[in-house]
């Protein structure tokens, strides 16, 4: 019964938010917004919109940095797989990067700049030594207008997330076998399983490239953070304009908005054809024999762009935690004159209320995603049928539309429907972003437990809810927690979802840290950053410990 | 007596449109039915037909009559049908002893009384003292052996056996399959055995049918 | 017919009672009194120390009046406007999100326009109001330009001061007027930079442009929709076209806000650097982000002025609360921390003259520290011009530098 409701649920949870947040963006699109006097339809916000200067170039930098930082996470990770899979290097790194997943965008996005900036870390740890810099150079390499910085330091962090994602699809894919076949015909190891492996693991991890591509091509934080200022992409222009005093301008973002779904749409379509010309050159080159026998060089890219990646977020981190505790630190000193507590101590006393929220919300929307995608999962086991396509899909959703497109709307919808900022609201918020999270994570592991042991409790006499209860969920434990860890890092990680629907009266570590961010002090920014990695850091320990826990205490154990 | 067996009443497995075998027979208590047949002929879907658990991709018709109790259309737990698969299943987040008290009916009252059936029932099989050992400790004879205690104390009223033999070496192959046949035969429970290898059908020395693809 | 007049009075009884609810500072005992156990939603832009005095703030309201107040922290204050247009959009006239928010020029302008302001008149009488400067303030009444009608209540002054490290530049070349900025950046290529306009630090360096570059600053006080606007702003952007070459990263990109420009400074990015509080660079220097070498500057001519305020929104539900709070904010104590450099800096709203001789002691017992220029020697303080030229400045330097690249 429960698991008869599981899916519907979940998808009214899912999709539900999603439309009436477009909905709530549509209106004010095309001119309807009665507290401003406006309750006619009409297409001008659009003009207004289309007349905005540089409005090109922001769509063509957003465009760009979300495709390209994608083809540099997604080609690093086919490399890596593909050159040095089965090798003792691949499950070291795979242990290096899975932690990368939890480290919130923000942060590493601002541990990325402390580094590569002209007067980051970097540089001063070879001047003026190697350079004969006294002061940094005057050269543009944050916020520069190309996107360059902006695609690294997305690339960098997405690149955990395809890889993670491509692991889980691994063992559904014929790898080894094929792999060996491939060598036995005289095939290097890289082309080899780029002819026979990829193939059936891409269409696999297809939906979460896609997330990556909407992701990126809308992102806010980071793109504040490192992408180009003159001018800067749509998403960020469109915050902007939603927060401008003029309120009029309420209309030219919601109209944006919706422009941001079509960059957005347009980037996965452009995605796609990619697809296409990609395999027909795969088609070309196997069907011609291309062996590549002599990869090295080739592999070498692949691990070394791999651990360049996790290194860059280790080192980020290592740099705010030295900002967080710097006293005077000037160019080209590697490190600080001294050291002070002074940007904890400050910070601290503010931190409770944030942090238990922050733990509060995410607990909460995690187990409800749990209570969800448990009896959807349930209802999987009992109709037979894996999730269909469109039920994919629907899944995959609050990953795939921009956040900015219908998140405005839905603040505009809440409001309308006489609800106030409050704890359950925003869990209910989290659950959308969080459920997908839990539910992916959880699915393959759920999907490939053994049923010969279901039927072995049956045999025994167990009901379902007994077996459910007493071997199912106990020996999935492991797989449950890290869903459980993951679900919180996303919550933990949610910047406008929290941002809009509490209003502001519902602080996070998260808002509280791009809100101080914005003061642009670097010692304030390495406390709150260094506080916003390590919540999900947590979260992924203390999964870890209680799986252990299940197996030690189970019943019978004396 | 023919009231106190397994009876299979017209039974067909089809998937989709197509016909994957037809059985209807009895089996007496203490009696192994044998069912021979290549991968992919249905057998293993008979064996979750009769304790319940069918995938639904699958179409099946027929009764199922065991103690003169019609199961058709009862939730698998309700079948009391212990099943032994070709690999042991015990449930790694359980000690040896605790496999065996998740097996033991809920009849049986008391922890000190419910302990020592746990204990007996591993001395059963040669296994005495091996009550808090983990499950991943044990040797591949051990696992199988924890097996069959697990599943004969729950008191089925039906034994359903698949393949439960093909992944131990010759010798404890024959082992294994003596003690479980010894146990039906004691116990006077009907089986349905699934293999694809003779000297199964051999040992188990009752009836054989076998089906092609 | 008996239930219906029953109900018709329930109705008007309940109106009459919400009119009644609105509190009228004139008659303040009895908005302590309405205020006592309130919840006050302060929304402030969380600038950098702005945390320090408000958890003050907090503590003493509780105590005295038994207000508490929750301070949250806003990126941008326009959020705060948005979320009561936000509120009215959705109807909801009473038991609004906020209670006071940190407001100035172009957020005040845009919620007076829209209505979304308590009344007018309430600020003038709340009692700490007889100590303002007015007369020596003129910003207090005229706030950008725009009539503040007692819909806000004054809560600090600012003023526009330069930056430099006497280690690295001396203090004689350092520029003292907007033209000799730019020839100053022309001899030095690359170290200068303003942050990226509508940042408001950003948007005031324009402006302090703006007003070194037109002939009659007279014209600034009018709606510049009303004027020819391109011929004021062409010396505006002559100036800024001059001076952008010579910018931080040749003008290809900009810091983001004053932090930012700090930043600059202290790395050795930038030799000179503005702030909009005088008593800045003396706080960053005791908090270790500048090195104790960097002195402050005006220009002889004079430098941007104005004055912030704290508003209560139409729909705030602990109205008499935010009276509360905001009378206590312009008190002499109140005042007195929030202009001590440890704690703020900003000069005080009040005027010396109408304080008691216990309450001058405490600003005069403050010690400005090494960076900051006394009170005297900040020279002439320039108003703000009317907020539609801050909009079209703002909109044309978009055009020409903001999406250059």
């Known amino acids: 019964m429960i698991a008869r409701l599981g899916p519907p649920l979940a998808m009214a949870l899912l999709a539900g938010p999603i439309v009436a947040g477009i909905a709530g963006t549509l209106l004010p699109a095309f001119g309807f917004l009665p507290a401003l006097g406006h309750s006619t339809l009409s297409v001008d916000p659009f003009y207004t919109l289309l007349a905005e200067p540089g409005l090109a170039r922001s769509l063509v930098s957003g465009l760009g940095a979300g495709l390209a930082s994608t083809m540099l996470a997604l080609g690093a990770v086919m490399l890596f797989v593909a050159g040095w899979i089965d090798e003792p290097v691949f499950q070291r790194l795979r242990r290096g990067l899975s932690p990368l997943l939890a480290v919130p965008h923000a942060a590493a996005a601002f541990g990325f700049a402390f580094l590569v900036a002209p007067s980051g870390f970097l540089a001063r740890l070879v001047s003026p030594e190697l350079t004969g810099w006294l002061a940094p150079p005057d050269v543009l390499i944050v916020n520069d207008p190309m996107g360059l910085a902006l695609i690294a330091g997305l690339a960098v962090k997405e690149t955990p997330f395809l890889f993670l994602m491509t692991l889980a699809a691994l063992p559904q894919t014929p790898a080894g076998p094929s792999r060996l076949l491939a060598a036995a015909l005289g095939y290097g190891r890289v082309a080899g399983f780029l002819h026979t492996v990829w193939p059936s693991l891409y269409r696999q991890i297809r939906l979460p490239v896609f997330a990556v591509i909407a992701f990126s091509t809308s992102v806010v934080d980071v793109a504040v953070i490192l992408g180009p200022t003159t001018p800067p992409p749509l998403a960020v222009r469109l915050v902007q304009w939603m927060n401008d005093p003029d309120l009029a301008m309420r209309f030219k973002a919601s109209a944006g908005a919706l422009l941001q779904l079509g960059v957005s749409a347009f980037a996965i379509f452009a995605w796609i054809g990619l697809e296409r010309l990609a395999g027909a050159v795969a088609r070309a080159l196997c069907g011609s024999g291309f062996r590549l026998r002599r990869d090295a060089a080739l592999r070498l890219i692949g691990v070394?762009?791999?651990?360049?990646?996790?290194?860059?977020?280790?080192?980020?981190?290592?740099?705010?935690?030295?900002?967080?505790?710097?006293?005077?630190?000037?160019?080209p000193d590697s490190l600080p004159d001294r050291f002070t507590l002074a940007g904890w101590s400050d910070v601290l006393p503010r931190l409770a209320d944030p942090l238990l929220r922050s733990i509060g919300v995410g607990a909460a929307a995690t187990a409800a995603a749990l209570a969800l995608a448990v009896p959807a999962l349930m209802r999987e086991d009992e109709t037979g049928a894996p999730m269909g396509r469109r039920a994919r899909l629907l899944i995959y959703l609050p990953l795939l539309v921009p956040q900015i497109a219908f998140l405005f709307g839905l603040q505009t919808a809440i409001l309308a429907a006489g609800l106030t900022p409050s704890a359950p609201l925003l869990v209910a918020v989290h659950l959308v972003f969080v459920l997908p999270y839990v539910f992916l994570s959880l699915s393959d592991p759920w999907r490939a437990f053994d049923r010969r042991y279901e039927a072995v409790a049956f045999g025994l006499g167990r009901s379902r809810t007994r077996m459910l209860l007493t071997v199912k969920l106990p020996m999935l434990a492991p797989a449950l927690a890290t869903a459980a860890a993951v679900g919180f890092a996303v919550s933990i990680g949610l910047y406008l979802p929290t941002l809009l629907i509490g209003a502001g009266r519902l602080p996070t570590v998260t808002t509280e840290a791009v809100a101080l961010a914005a003061g642009g002090n670097r010692r304030v920014i390495g406390v709150w950053a260094l506080m916003q990695a390590t919540l999900p850091a947590a979260g992924f320990v203390i999964a870890a410990m209680l799986s252990r826990l299940v197996y030690r205490g189970g019943p019978g154990r004396t | 007596m023919e009231n106190m067996g397994l009876r299979l009443d017209k039974v067909t497995i089809a998937l989709g449109d197509h016909d994957l075998l037809e059985v209807d027979c009895a089996i007496a208590p203490g009696e192994v039915l044998t069912i021979m047949g290549p991968s992919g002929s249905g057998k293993s879907t008979l064996l979750s037909f009769v304790a319940g658990s069918i995938d639904p991709a699958f179409r099946a018709s027929g009764r199922i009559v065991c103690a003169g109790r019609d199961l058709t259309g009862l939730p698998p737990q309700e079948r009391h049908a212990g099943i032994l698969f070709q690999d042991a299943l015990l449930f790694p987040h359980m000690s040896v002893g605790g496999n065996i008290l998740f097996a033991i009916p809920a009849a049986e009252r008391g922890r000190a009384r419910r302990r020592s059936l746990a204990e007996a029932?591993?001395?059963?099989?040669?296994?005495?003292?091996?009550?808090?050992?983990?499950p991943a400790t044990l040797s591949g004879g051990q696992k199988a052996r924890v097996a069959l205690a697990r599943v004969l104390a729950s008191h089925p009223s039906m034994l359903l056996l698949d393949e439960p033999f093909s992944r131990l070496d010759a010798d404890l192959r024959g082992r294994t399959r003596d003690l479980v046949f010894a146990a039906v035969r004691a116990r006077r429970l009907p089986a349905l055995l699934v293999t694809h290898d003779e000297a199964d059908a051999a040992a188990a020395g009752g009836p054989v049918i076998r089906i092609s693809a | 017919m008996l239930k219906i007049a029953a109900a018709l009075i329930a109705v008007l009884a309940a109106s009459t009672a919400a009119f009644a609810a609105d509190p009228d500072p004139a008659n303040w005992p009895a908005v302590l009194e309405d205020a006592r156990g309130e919840t006050v939603y302060f929304n402030a832009w969380a600038a950098p120390r702005t945390s320090m005095p408000t958890a003050w703030v907090g503590d003493e309201v509780e105590q005295r009046f038994g207000v508490k107040l929750v301070h949250v922290k806003l990126e941008d204050t326009a959020t705060a406007v948005n979320s009561v247009l936000a509120e009215k959009t959705a109807g909801r006239t009473e038991d609004g999100k906020i209670d006071l928010i940190w407001i100035n020029g172009e957020?005040?302008?845009?919620?007076?326009?829209?209505?979304?302001?308590?009344?007018?008149?309430?600020?003038?009488?709340?009692?700490?109001?007889?100590?303002?400067?007015?007369?020596?303030?003129?910003?207090?009444?005229?706030?950008?330009?725009?009539?503040?009608?007692?819909?806000?209540s004054p809560w600090g002054m600012a003023k526009l001061v330069f930056f430099h490290d006497s280690a690295r530049t001396k203090p004689e070349e350092m520029p003292k007027s907007i033209a000799e900025l730019v020839a100053w950046a022309n001899a030095h290529p690359g170290r200068f930079a303003y942050p990226q306009p509508p940042d408001f630090m950003g948007s005031t360096f324009l402006k302090q442009v703006l007003a070194e570059s037109v002939a009659d600053r007279?014209?600034?006080?009018?709606?510049?929709?009303?004027v020819d606007a391109s011929a004021v702003l062409a010396p505006v952007f002559a100036t800024l076209d001059a001076l952008n070459p010579n910018l931080w990263r040749a003008g290809k990109a900009f810091p983001k806000n004053y932090p930012a420009l700090k930043q600059l400074l202290a790395d050795n990015e930038a030799d000179i650097i503005f702030a909009f509080n005088p008593a800045e660079a003396s706080s960053a220097i005791a908090a270790g982000e500048l090195p104790d070498t960097v002195r402050s500057f005006v220009f002889p001519g004079g430098t941007l002025a104005n004055s912030h305020f704290v508003a209560v929104p139409f729909n705030a539900s602990s109205k008499a609360g935010a009276f509360v709070v905001a009378d206590f904010l312009l008190s002499p104590e109140a005042q007195a921390r929030k202009q001590d450099p440890k704690i703020w800096g900003d000069p005080t709203v009040l005027a010396m003259a109408k304080l008691s001789a216990e309450d001058r002691a405490r600003f005069d017992a403050l010690d400005l520290g090494v960076a900051t220029l006394a009170p005297d020697a900040l020279g002439p303080a320039i108003g703000e011009p009317h907020p539609s030229w801050m909009t079209t400045l703002e909109a044309e330097w978009t055009r020409r530098y903001g999406v250059a690249n």
Do not use: H
């Open chain 3, 218 to 226: 007279a014209v600034l006080a009018k709606d510049a929709s009303s």
């Open chain 3, 107 to 152: 957020n005040f302008s845009a919620m007076k326009r829209q209505g979304l302001l308590l009344a007018p008149g309430w600020a003038e009488k709340l009692p700490n109001y007889a100590y303002a400067d007015v007369e020596g303030k003129p910003t207090l009444r005229s706030d950008f330009t725009i009539p503040v009608d007692g819909q806000e």
């Open chain 2, 121 to 134: 029932a591993l001395a059963d099989v040669g296994l005495a003292g091996f009550y808090s050992r983990d």
């Open chain 1, 304 to 331: 070394a762009t791999m651990a360049a990646f996790a290194a860059t977020v280790f080192a980020g981190l290592f740099v705010l935690a030295l900002w967080s505790v710097a006293g005077l630190w000037q160019f």
